[in-house]
């Protein structure tokens, strides 16, 4: 089975990639489905993540409040190293299982979408590396756009993560994602055909 790991920042369009992929027939996992399945209640992620960062991260009805997790993080690094040393673990174990069950029923590729793909340092559990690519205006406009944020509001979300020509620079394939929808989806089944079936 073939592992395509499809990255990209933010907003530049890897959920729309793995929609079209998905119709082309591409089994996709999502990895930020599974990291919020790895923290339900009753996993041991959860009871690790409470014990580390207290009951105050729980949500009314025992769930992991992202939210408050996240500015915990946002403003402490060590916090946000103690989390991941909990939560990429068993999220790593999750995909690896989802991706042994798509081996034994045959599926001949699967995608993997990770916004952090390279960041996790989960490139090495992939047979490729598909970067999505947007300019950094075209993001810009594409995260005010969705988020309704302003455009400085939107600067800082991308200062915060790795620069897109960085990630760019680590993909075996660079879809460009910069034109209209229907130029992508064009795109995408050209790449698609060369590796589909
Ligand atoms: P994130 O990781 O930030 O959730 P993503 O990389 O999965 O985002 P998408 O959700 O696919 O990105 O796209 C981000 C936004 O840009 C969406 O509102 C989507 O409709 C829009 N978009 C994606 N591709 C294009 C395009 N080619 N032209 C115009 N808008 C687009």
């Not at 069950?101 to 992939?126: K, N, Q, W």
């Not at 970067?131 to 600067?155: F, H, K, P």
Request: hydrophobic share 45%; glycine share 8%; net charge negative.
């Amino acid at each position: 089975m073939n592992i395509i790991g499809l990255t990209g920042g933010i907003a530049s369009g890897k959920s729309t990639v793995s929609r079209i992929l998905e119709r082309l027939g591409a089994v996709v996992i999502d990895a930020d489905q599974l990291a919020r399945e790895a923290v339900m209640p009753g996993t041991s992620a959860h009871r690790s993540i409470v014990a580390a960062f207290g009951e105050g991260i729980l949500l009314p009805d025992g769930a992991i409040d992202r939210k408050a997790l996240g500015s915990i993080i946002f403003a402490d690094p060590s916090a946000r190293k103690r989390l991941e040393s909990i939560t990429h673990p068993a999220i790593r174990e999750l995909a690896e299982r989802h991706l042994a069950e798509l081996r034994r029923s045959g599926v001949p590729v699967a995608v993997y979408m990770a916004a952090l793909l390279i960041e996790a340092g989960a490139t090495d559990r992939v047979d490729e590396v598909w970067v999505v690519y947007v300019d950094r205006e075209t993001q810009v406009r594409r995260v005010m756009a969705r988020d309704g944020l302003s455009r400085s509001e939107a600067e800082q979300r991308l200062a915060a993560q790795m620069p897109m020509e960085e990630k760019a620079a680590r993909g075996q394939v660079v879809i460009d994602n910069n034109g209209t929808p229907e130029e992508l989806e064009r795109r995408i089944e050209e790449i698609w055909s060369k590796i589909g079936r």
